[in-house]
């Protein structure tokens, strides 16, 4: 899919999504300004929500997508929007916003060979959404943050790779 189609269709999801969001942003392929897109990644941070009987909160737009993995609550949930594209959808918190985002932006990789490598070369070990040097967590609340953690200059998206 063109990038336009794209971008206009991430746009609309994440609005129906806000509402029940504390942040949500549009990631990948799209905020690299890739021409042609495969699928629609967002990151975001929900407000609390319930599933099941009483669903509620972000539960209720996502769930309305037939689902293709991920079951919620969970880190990472894949659903076939409307339109025929994949939407990936990631779930981080504040402490590891910038890690998630970062990562979710891409490409997989400049993920891999600088972010990924960047943090290796420096002692830290990425598992489950965070980065941990000496048995703790390292918060990481925004992309910028994760540069600095990696002693690189912060690289713009449009620069990380199609």
């Known amino acids: 899919m063109k990038i336009k189609s794209a971008?206009?269709?991430?746009?609309?999801?994440?609005?129906?999504?806000?509402?029940?969001?504390e942040r949500i942003e549009i990631a990948g392929s799209i905020r690299r300004g890739k021409a042609d897109v495969k699928d629609i990644e967002l990151v975001c941070i929900t407000k609390p929500y319930d599933v099941g009987l009483f669903e509620s909160g972000i539960a209720t737009v996502v769930n309305r997508w037939p689902k293709v993995r991920g079951e919620l609550p969970c880190k990472y949930t894949q659903r076939?929007?409307?339109?025929?594209?994949?939407?990936?959808?990631?779930?981080?918190?504040?402490?590891n916003w910038g890690l998630i985002f970062a990562i979710r932006t891409g490409s997989a990789d400049f993920s891999h060979k600088v972010l990924a490598t960047g943090w290796v070369k420096r002692g830290y070990k990425s598992n489950e959404g965070w980065l941990h040097?000496?048995?703790k967590d390292i918060a990481?609340?925004?992309?910028?943050?994760?540069?600095?953690?990696?002693?690189?200059d912060y690289i713009e998206p449009k620069n990380r790779g199609q």
């Open 7 to 21: 971008l206009r269709i991430a746009e609309r999801v994440r609005a129906e999504l806000e509402p029940h969001c």
């Open 140 to 152: 990481v609340p925004e992309e910028r943050d994760l540069f600095r953690i990696i002693g690189i």
């Open 133 to 135: 040097k000496n048995g």
């Open 80 to 95: 076939v929007l409307p339109e025929g594209i994949n939407l990936d959808l990631f779930f981080a918190v504040p402490g």
